[in-house]
């Protein structure tokens, strides 16, 4: 039986006719550039997240850059962030000219460790940045409260946690600014690149929108130096017609996590992976840990890919210890969970168009991994 990691033809089956059609429909109207489906859509998102403000760019990576840029970091200041995440969440730090300052991991989790953060706070600190990794918010409790003691300002990378919630507070109300990636294979993935920040802040979504649109706040007159960087029609009418779904899919990625907790509960390979009180995990990634370090985990990856099982290493290295950002100081040995992790972890099928079926058999594989 295949069973594919990410299944984006799977979903495209049921809507495709819709999209279709609103593609056609985008294509007669010809306003190509911030049309009337990216401001439907920001209304739609920022309503689901539980913010007044959302602006449409680019990418996660540009939603990153923009909102960083939105709080003026640059060169000198520190932003503390994780080691473990996807590459875009320190690149942008580094692009502004600003120094990453990696904190450690709560193993549990994969997401940082507030008692790690608080360690890394220097009178540099210009902005903490935790990751909602795997679609579940980090302690924005405990960080927001460092962040207040400090004075700095916390940005959450949602880039895999649309929908999410911890004890009944929406994403977007966890951070001074959250940013959304709609990658084609996220939770809420578009046919293209996108993605979007939001926020309470009236100042701050001035600031995003002059950002987004080269510095303009329109009529040719430039009030700061921006970037070109703007969610394009098309993509803002694919995403309103896959977000009427997202919260369906989401439970469907949440069931396939419990069926898949429930059947490997005594599986002795893997390490399970665990939900903090209070959060509404939304599984853009089921993240088992295999105990036996690279080689093991390897191995059982292998082991699933002879049985036609697709799965992947989020994320096989610590930024600390990769090219570029081995300048920023952190030595290997610096972020050991981290580290650990990377040996450790392996991904498996959890998107919303799998089968009971196909769970179990991949549970059924597992389980006959020796
Ligand atoms: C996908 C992702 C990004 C970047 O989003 P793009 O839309 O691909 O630019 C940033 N951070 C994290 C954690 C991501 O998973």
């Known amino acids: 039986m295949k069973v594919e990691l990410a299944d984006i033809k799977a979903q495209h089956k049921a809507i495709e006719p819709e999209i279709l059609a609103t593609l056609a429909d985008v294509f007669t109207d010809c306003r190509f550039i911030l049309g009337p489906n990216v401001t439907a859509l920001e209304q739609e998102i920022a309503a689901l997240s539980g913010v007044r403000f959302a602006a449409g760019v680019n990418s996660g990576t540009d939603a990153l850059l923009i909102a960083l840029a939105a709080l003026d970091i640059k060169p000198g200041d520190e932003v503390i962030t994780t080691p473990f995440t996807f590459v875009a969440t320190v690149e942008t730090v580094c692009q502004l000219g600003a120094t990453p300052v990696f904190a450690d991991i709560?193993?549990?989790?994969?997401?940082?460790?507030?008692?790690?953060?608080e360690k890394k706070i220097t009178p540099k600190t210009r902005a903490i940045m935790?990751?909602?990794l795997f679609g579940q918010l980090a302690d924005v409790e405990t960080i927001n409260a460092i962040g207040q003691k400090h004075g700095i300002p916390v940005i959450g990378d949602g880039a895999q946690a649309i929908g999410a919630s911890r004890n009944g507070v929406p994403i977007g109300q966890t951070a001074a600014l959250t940013t959304l990636s709609f990658y084609p294979t996220k939770n809420l993935g578009g046919c293209g690149d996108g993605g979007m920040v939001l926020t309470d802040d009236e100042k701050l979504y001035e600031q995003i929108k002059l950002l987004r649109f080269h510095g303009s706040g329109g009529g040719y007159i430039y009030k700061r130096i921006g970037y070109c960087s703007r969610l394009d029609e098309i993509q803002a009418a694919v995403l309103r017609i896959k977000l009427k779904r997202l919260a369906a899919w989401n439970n469907a990625r949440k069931a396939n996590a419990a069926r898949y907790i429930s059947k490997l509960s005594g599986v002795q390979s893997v390490i399970l992976p665990k939900t903090d009180p209070g959060n509404d995990h939304i599984y853009h990634q089921f993240t088992v840990r295999v105990a036996g370090g690279a080689e093991r985990r390897d191995a059982l990856k292998a082991h699933l890919a002879?049985?036609?099982?697709?799965?992947?290493?989020?994320?096989?290295?610590?930024l600390h210890l990769m090219g570029p950002y081995t300048e920023y100081g952190a030595k290997p040995g610096?972020?050991?969970?981290?580290?650990r992790a990377t040996s450790e972890v392996l991904s498996l099928p959890v998107h919303p168009d799998l089968t009971a079926a196909q769970v179990d058999f991949v549970a059924d594989t597992i389980a006959s991994f020796k």
């Open 106 to 117: 709560d193993l549990d989790t994969f997401n940082i460790d507030p008692a790690e953060i």
């Open 130 to 132: 935790p990751v909602h």
């Open 306 to 318: 002879s049985h036609e099982i697709g799965s992947a290493v989020f994320y096989p290295r610590s």
């Open 334 to 339: 610096d972020l050991p969970n981290s580290e």
